[in-house]
């Protein structure tokens, strides 16, 4: 589990370099669903790039999700996504 929660953060800085990468693996709550029994995860998502800037949520979400594409088809069963600009941090 380990290695694909670093696969994810891996493709996330090569492509948004982000500021702030929290991601959460909360697979263990979904157990029995019928999402998990394909083995692909459930994870929590809050990332912070200057990518983010002046875009809306929606070009922000498609752009990590560009970025996790061949995952979301076999790895990746759910992302629950926060995209932030740095500019929009307190």
Known sequence: MTDRLERIRERLAATLAPAECQLID?????????????????????????????LNRIARHRLVYDCLRDMM??????????????????
């Not at 697979?27 to 029994?37: D, N, P, V």
């Not at 088809?73 to 307190?90: C, F, G, K, M």
């Open 26 to 54: 909360e697979s263990h709550l979904h157990a029995g669903h019928a999402g998990a029994a394909s083995g692909a995860g459930h994870y929590r998502l809050r990332l912070v790039s200057e990518r983010f800037e002046g």
């Open 73 to 90: 088809q076999r790895d990746i069963h759910a992302l629950n996504i926060i995209a932030v600009a740095p500019s929009e941090t307190a």
